[in-house]
């Protein structure tokens, strides 16, 4: 095995208790779903932290692999990365959920949390994005995506109203998808092998 090899199993074991915090968190609202109202911003929120966990483990697997100078600082930033995805996966999904549990209220309760958090992965991304030389190959699409997750954070963290939290959740979902589409361009989907 080689030494990427050997990191990257703590980095999935990271990403697979963010993946299946969320996925119990969804599993216990579905047994209770006649005492908890569905919110939009947390469903929005849930979707985007799933989603950015999945591309993160991806990029990890795919991005990091011929990374050749491993050394524990390198190896700390990438876990540190996976570490600040699973503590939104905790802030959305707390460990002891009451029987009747507003997720709307938590997510607002929890808010500044969450959104500093998001805010550090924000910063995270960037520099994993600088460390692996694809700034200049993302350029103007992905500044601009950063640009609007810190708008949005910004937004987020300072108000309580509900249609704001609704409007701030789905457009980080938009723009996610959208980026995920964008990067689709590039995707290889069949190759055919030479006769």
């Known amino acids: 095995m080689s030494s990427f090899e050997f990191l990257s199993v703590l980095i999935s074991v990271v990403v697979g208790l963010g993946i299946a915090n969320l ?15 569905v919110s939009i911003t947390f469903l929005a929120w849930t979707l985007f932290v799933f989603n950015f966990l999945v591309i993160y483990w991806w990029t990890v697997v795919f991005g990091w692999q011929s990374w050749q100078n491993w050394n524990l600082l390198v190896f700390m930033f990438v876990l540190c990365y996976g570490i600040l995805l699973f503590l939104l996966s905790v802030i959305l999904f707390p460990v002891d959920m009451p029987e009747k549990w507003d997720p709307h209220s938590h997510f607002i309760d929890l808010r500044r949390w969450f959104f500093g958090i998001f805010i550090g992965v924000i910063f995270v991304e960037a520099l994993d994005s600088y460390l692996k030389n694809h700034l200049d190959s993302f350029s103007t699409p992905y500044y601009s995506l950063l640009g609007l997750w810190i708008i949005v954070s910004g937004v987020g963290w300072s108000s309580e109203n509900r249609r704001t939290q609704n409007v701030v959740s789905i457009v980080a979902l938009a723009s996610q998808l959208a980026w995920f589409a964008y990067q689709l361009r590039d995707l290889e989907w069949s190759v055919t092998a030479p006769v």
């Open 23 to 37: 996925l119990t968190g969804i599993g216990r609202l579905v047994h209770r779903h006649r005492h908890i109202r």
